[in-house]
């Protein structure tokens, strides 16, 4: 079993990319120096030096990154050490011009930036398994050594290559997924639009044409191009193996950013040794610390619920989107303490020192411009002294009262062209369903359609278009064993290959659900409609009505107006032990809630209305010990009753009864007992 902790880092991870090769080596001493004075106890180092580490073909330049981790290891800080097939030298592409990625409609990327790549190309991955093998022999069991990083962030910017090397590895892939062209004929349902294809020789990537191609193509293209870039992490990892027994691999996941949905990370979660996650706050008016909570409930539960570290995040502001804001005082500490809470056994940043070239230069670092007289430097200093007081929750983990299910496969089809409306968006629903439940306090763990659900009493679906017979089976016994199921509109329609399930909509969610769909009524821009319910209750909706017609379902809220009106919108359905409920409609946050509500009793998952709006409890538990940890999120002191006395571990104070979370801090209560 390869080993899944950071070897050698005996406390919580604490620092960031360190590029020292941006800087004259006069720099690096200082930077040591600080590094100690702030408590960093591990830096990822060389994710982009391959230029450097083999400035010509063959010709290899080791001795920085040699005085480097001497320098490190000297001063007590552990390697997370790149491997840095990222960014290929250029001589590299002079040479394989072929290995720059072309896009779908046949335009070809230059070097000048970073991950431009065809991952199918031959000659990249003879290079990089290259490179790879020599960093291994030589720093494989280099004493500051504790983690490898390989690549950086697998799927940005290019997930997918549609060059010829790609499409003659496209067929290989079909060939063993499916044997024959026949099976891919109806798998992708080619007699549609004459698109049969009499030999897996005639088979192209997805590339650019004329309207909407074959839906079930683009899909499977979406699966092959992941396949194929796990494959070259699969090379690199298994070379580490074997030349750095027992240190730890892994490659910097972006679980809940959109700007990453080509990877399917419920399989990458299986290749690497430690699950790894870069997290940045997105700026879009939303509340950020709900995101951030999301992304780090997602990365655990790809982890299967095991320790997972936060690789990066910012101290302050980023510079890649329109806006970069500053961070507010103590909200640096407040992201990195609550990834803690969910898992991260610690809080590392892009990057240590702010660079003063390149395209990076005003986003934030540990250590900013200004130097050790600023307010990011002191917070930065702080945050690793609370890091220190922290230390004994490694290896607990985080408990979950909830699950909602996540499937990067029915996300790839559902955002394919030609759906009942471009409004209707399975990310959003995902996002606000995640958000009503985290305004209940309750923790969630993300689940696959697939896995055992028995652990949880409540289970949630927020858009789930594709989904296989076997979860379907897998939801319908959840329920009749005694589940409570919420489910949202417009998913169990499809398959794998993107074709309805047989009768009926929802296709495998009919018989738990107990109703059917007749028809898809999808509302106009700016349209609303009304839901009324028990008491009365009228409830704001938009984007998607239906007309469900029940099948032993009773209904709970009804159409008022609109479309749909007098039809069921809520409905609930007793199957064997369980419940299950299905909302047919895009509710506002105030309706999702008066629903959970509901579906919260029959789980008998309890409300917590002792609890402040934007105050997380989350608890981690271990060997070690109990912990509750409180972020205040709010501008006002607060308190959280506690049902066990113990002691907080940031201050020292005892904790019982109601105790006090100040604004804007953040409390880590080992429990008594
Ligand atoms: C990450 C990336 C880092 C840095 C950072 C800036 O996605 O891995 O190298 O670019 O973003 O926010």
Request: aromatic share 10%.
């Amino acid at each position: 079993m390869p080993e899944t902790a950071p070897k050698g880092l005996a406390r919580l991870a604490f620092g960031g990319d360190y590029n020292p090769e941006q800087w004259p080596e006069s720099v690096w001493q200082e930077d040591v120096r600080l590094m100690r004075e702030a408590g960093v106890s591990m830096v990822s180092v060389g994710i982009f030096s391959w230029a450097l580490l083999e400035p010509a073909p063959g010709t290899y330049d080791f001795g920085w990154l040699d005085r480097v981790l001497d320098l490190l290891h000297e001063n007590g800080i552990r390697v997370d050490l790149g491997t840095p097939t990222v960014v290929p030298p250029v001589w590299f592409f002079r040479a394989h011009p072929e290995a720059l990625p072309v896009t779908a409609d046949g335009r070809r990327y230059e070097f000048g930036s970073r991950g431009a790549l065809c991952h199918s190309n031959a000659d990249y991955r003879a290079a990089a398994a290259n490179i790879t093998t020599k960093l291994a022999e030589r720093y494989g069991d280099h004493p500051a050594l504790a983690l490898w990083h390989v690549h950086n962030e697998y799927g940005v910017p290019v997930s997918a290559c549609y060059c010829d090397s790609c499409a003659a590895h496209f067929r290989r892939w079909l060939a063993t997924e499916y044997g024959t062209a026949d099976a891919v004929n109806e798998a992708w349902g080619t007699a549609f639009w004459g698109q049969r294809y009499g030999g897996l020789d005639e088979i192209n990537p997805p590339r650019l044409t004329p309207t909407v191609g074959n839906p079930a193509q683009a899909l499977d293209y979406k699966r092959f191009a992941d396949a194929t870039i796990r494959e070259n992490f699969r090379a690199e990892r298994d070379i580490l193996h074997r030349l750095s027994p027992g240190v730890p691999v892994t490659t910097n996941f972006m679980t809940a950013l959109s700007q990453c949905d080509s990877i399917d990370y419920w399989a990458w979660g299986r290749e690497v040794d430690l699950v790894t996650n870069d997290h940045y706050l997105i700026t879009d008016g939303r509340r950020t610390h709900v995101n951030l909570a999301m992304a780090a409930d997602l990365t655990r539960s790809v982890a299967g619920g095991a320790p997972w570290l936060l690789l990066e995040h910012s101290t302050s502001g980023v510079n890649w989107q329109p806006r970069n804001p500053a961070k507010s005082p103590g909200q640096m500490a407040r992201n990195s303490l609550a990834h803690v809470a969910r898992g991260s056994e610690g809080a590392m940043f892009f990057q240590w020192r702010q660079s003063r070239r390149g395209a990076e230069k005003f986003h934030s670092a540990m250590l900013p411009h200004g130097g050790t007289g600023t307010r990011v430097w002191r917070e930065v200093v702080a945050l690793g002294a609370a890091l220190d007081d922290l230390s004994e929750i490694r290896g607990t983990r985080t408990v979950a009262d909830v699950a909602v299910l996540w499937d990067w496969h029915s996300w790839w089809a559902q955002n394919l062209e030609w759906r009942p409306s471009e409004d209707h968006d399975a990310r959003e629903r995902a996002d606000a369903f995640y958000e009503a439940l985290y305004d209940r306090h309750l923790t969630v763990d993300f689940a696959h359609p697939e896995a055992d659900l028995s652990a949880y009493p409540l289970v949630v679906v927020p858009a789930l278009y594709l989904m296989t017979e076997a979860a379907g089976r897998n939801l319908t016994q959840y329920v009749e064993s005694g589940g409570t199921l919420l489910v949202s509109y417009f998913s169990g329609i499809v398959d794998e290959h993107d074709a309805v399930h047989e009768g009926a909509c929802p296709g495998v969610l009919r018989d738990v659900l107990g109703l059917t769909v007749e028809e898809f009524a999808p509302l106009l821009k700016g349209d609303t409609v009304e839901v009324t319910g028990p008491g009365g209750t009228g409830l704001a909706a938009d984007v998607w009505t239906e007309f469900v017609v029940p099948r032993g379902a009773e209904t709970v809220w009804t159409y008022a107006d609109g479309p749909a009106a007098g039809h069921p919108a809520v409905t609930r359905h007793r199957l064997g032990a369980g419940t299950a409920w299905y909302v047919s409609t895009r509710l506002a946050a105030d309706g999702l809630d008066a629903v959970l509500a509901r579906a919260t009793e029959d789980a008998h998952v309890p409300a917590r209305p002792d609890l402040p709006r934007d105050v997380e409890v989350v608890r981690r538990t271990g060997e070690s010990g109990s912990y509750l940890f409180a972020v205040n999120h709010t501008g006002t002191d607060v308190k959280v009753p506690l049902d066990t006395p113990g002691t907080e571990l940031l201050t020292g104070e005892n904790a019982a009864g109601r105790f006090e979370v100040p604004a804007g801090a953040v409390r880590v209560v080992r429990l008594d007992g």
